[in-house]
């Protein structure tokens, strides 16, 4: 345990047997029981480490991307993001739900603050804290980095909490935007509401608001 606790100090992305949640762990094991053909892993980061701006969601879904071991990918969550920045024009190719598809990012690095799937999709606060230090040194290893889009309010709060500032100073607000000054980096803070099913389903989010909320996104990358 102390040493993968050591390697959450500088690595940006965990083992494949993290041990550092137990109840992650746990769940993870279960879930090679139940489902051997799946990921079930903690998933990695898509997109290089030289891209201007990236998005972090809050964990993999269950038979989204811990069974495809890419970020938003398998899942409805996925069609609206990578929809989107195919629209856009921060991606290239096909979006066919499987890490095989060619899809590729241009400028974008996608991410989560969790990234091993949790039971009921909902991970514990002790859980976000453990994982943050990966978040931490991810930031720290991206030198074009110029915005950060957060997906959803827990996504946000961790955000803030991994560039050790104040979040009464940076409220969650979809199309919310802050400028933040880091190791001599401006960089821009940006929250859209998640692009989950339940967000579209009840209005919460729509195309359109996501759309404009990636638009804003890219414009303060440079993109």
Do not use: W
């Amino acid at each position: 345990m102390a040493k993968e606790r050591d390697l959450a100090k500088h690595a940006h992305q965990p083992p494949l047997d993290c041990p550092l949640c137990p109840r992650l762990a746990k769940f993870r094991h279960e879930n090679r029981e139940a489902y051997p053909e799946y990921f079930n892993g903690p998933v990695p980061s898509f997109g290089t480490l030289d891209a201007q701006l990236l998005i972090v969601g809050l964990a993999p879904g269950l038979k989204g991307a811990n069974r495809t071991g890419r970020p938003f990918t398998g899942d409805y969550a996925g069609d609206l993001l990578y929809g989107s920045l195919k629209r856009l024009g921060m991606a290239r190719g096909e979006y066919r739900a499987s890490p095989d598809d060619g899809y590729t990012l241009i400028g974008v690095r996608i991410t989560n603050s969790v990234r091993c799937v949790p039971p009921q999709n909902k991970p514990e606060p002790s859980e976000i804290n453990t994982c943050r230090p990966f978040l931490v040194n991810e930031i720290a290893a991206m030198p074009k980095l110029r915005a950060i889009l957060s997906l959803g309010g827990i996504s946000h709060q961790s955000v803030i909490k991994t560039l050790g500032v104040k979040k009464k100073d940076y409220p969650f607000a979809h199309g919310g935007q802050f400028v933040h000054e880091m190791d001599g980096r401006r960089i821009t803070l940006l929250a859209s509401y998640h692009c989950s099913r339940y967000n579209t389903n009840t209005g919460v989010l729509t195309e359109k608001m996501f759309d404009t909320a990636m638009t804003a996104a890219k414009k303060a990358a440079g993109l």
